[in-house]
């Protein structure tokens, strides 16, 4: 058991990130050396998301330069590292290609162990870089391309509640945002609008609330927002508050709802005292949904846990610290490991 200094490589969507994190010997919080995101934002906006092939291109554009920087910002040199961890998936393949690829020729080239990361292992373990959160707990993980309720059992093993069954929350956000014209990326544009919104003015539906199971679904409400919407005629900046904020009331309550249905299963697993509800993923930034699962977790008797808002979104210093989790228990990758576009954890 000896320190583990990581360098941690992300390119799975239109974030090129570098960052390099120590885990303690004794596994309790990660030291975040440095954390350095390059957002693609203005390169794809112009499309009203992202578009793969040019994030592939930006990757390669930008990622030596972010490694330098993480590096010297850390003010550690190549021999100070221990490992080299990189999203190999699940994400948009060319973007995924271009973070391995960069880590296997950094590994082979120091002689350095390379851990091939699960995308939302990175998401789903943050908790633990940050609040030395002991295993298991629940986790609810909302990102723009996933939405699953879990049960985190320890390092590569999760249980499954719930999953959705059409678009992801990210997604669902984006989407609407959108169809509302208010500019990309949605969920941060949303939120902003619906701050001045009157949540009460219309209502929408709610699907699967109040139903057993922990499965979400959200395009039903997407439909219901589109139809409004196109109802409205031209709907003015007063009615897109007024929708942003129903819609995202309507998606509080659906996700306060079924995670609630997911910590009475996850009683089962989780003794009293140890109970935490951990939310994670680029949705987890929404001020709104924070408070909402808040104020469910304590009315079932978990502690609320939320990583720092930069750290919900995309970053290199979750797949580091991930890399950093996996190494620790001897878990490496041979350097044939592939890109993989679709990975179920
Ligand atoms: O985890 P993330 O950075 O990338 C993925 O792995 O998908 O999540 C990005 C998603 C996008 O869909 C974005 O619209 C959403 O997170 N998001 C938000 C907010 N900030 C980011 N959704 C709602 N409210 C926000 N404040
Ligand atoms: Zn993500």
Redesign the pocket.
Known sequence: NRPLTILGIET??D?TAAAVVRRPADGGTGEILSNIVFSQIEAHAPFGGVVPEIAARAHVEHLDGLISRALKEARLDWDDLDGIAATAGPGLIGGVIVGLMTAKGIAAARGLPLIAVN?LEG?ALTARMTDALPFPYLLLLV????SQLLVVEGVGRYRRLGTTIDD????A??KVAKLLGLGY????A??RAALEGDASRFALPRPLINRPGCDFSFSGLKTAVRQLAEGLGRPDDKDKADIAASFQCAVADVLASRTENAMAVANEMIRPGHRRLVVA???A???M?RERLTVSAHAFGYEFVVPPLKL???NGAMIAWAGAERLALGLTDPIGTGPRARWPL
């Open positions: 799975s969507c974030e995308h998401h990102s723009g391309g996933h992801a929350v990210g997604e956000f984006d990326p949605g969920g941060p949303l939120e993923g680029g949705v930034a929404n001020m949904l919900c979104t995309d």
